[in-house]
């Protein structure tokens, strides 16, 4: 079985461009989960797809930043326009929880390291 | 949400030698994980531990909950063991994960 992807594993920008960022979780997870690590800190949770929809967006910066996950499959982490500050690794995972007693964890991707020039 | 603190931050080893790095959360939890992130970026799933003690080769983990924290044993450390380790909590099952800093880890032939 085929684990989280993402896709590019990394992206050179310039301030102000445009860059998009897509996370294929593993089939059939319904939980989707977008997180960055910047400036060398800890990692941090942006946000959350139940299917479609957005469950939890607290940890999204700015409105710069735009997560879509349409159809409930794929998902993209759109940054426009790029600042400095965004460059880090940005990483996806899934799981398959759907409430109730479980041990579902969540398995992450291999990241999209972004670089901001 | 939950403070999750990791020690020592930084941690040169002599390939060989054994270490031990600790974290600490400020909540109860329902998971717990420890991830070893890769000179490459990538994060590598170590354990899933909320609780007891579990063993992987040279590597293993213990968790007290009712304690609030988690220790990560490293032996015998080879040079590919570097990179930075973290450890992250969820609070409840499917909700988001609250990472530490992260202890980085040298080990020198």
């Given at each position: 079985e085929a684990g989280v992807t993402q896709f590019p594993s990394h992206s050179v920008i310039e301030k102000g461009q445009t860059v998009t960022l897509r996370c294929d979780p593993?089939?059939?997870?319904d939980n989707l989960y977008w997180y960055r690590r910047v400036m060398g800190k800890e990692i941090k949770f942006l946000l959350h797809f139940v299917k479609e929809s957005k469950q939890d967006e607290s940890g999204m910066p700015n409105n710069r930043f735009l997560a879509e996950r349409t159809g409930g499959t794929y998902s993209t982490l759109k940054v426009q326009p790029a600042e400095l500050e965004d460059s880090g690794v940005y990483f996806c995972a899934s799981s398959s929880f759907r409430g109730g007693f479980s041990t579902d964890t969540q398995y992450f991707g291999p990241g999209t390291r972004l670089t901001v020039l | 949400g939950i403070q999750v603190e990791q020690s020592p931050p930084d941690l040169i080893l002599q390939e060989g030698a054994n270490s031990t790095l600790r974290c600490n959360f400020s909540d109860s939890v329902n998971n717990l994980q420890w991830f070893h992130q890769n000179p490459w970026g990538q994060l590598i799933n170590l354990f899933y531990i909320p609780s007891g003690t579990k063993q992987n080769g040279r590597l293993s983990a213990t968790t007290v909950a009712t304690e609030r924290y988690s220790l990560l044993y490293i032996s015998s450390s080879q040079t590919t063991d570097s990179g930075v380790y973290f450890c992250a909590v969820e609070k409840y099952t499917g909700n988001q994960f609250y990472f530490g800093t992260g202890t980085s880890l040298t080990v020198i032939p």
């Open positions: 593993i089939s059939g997870h | -």
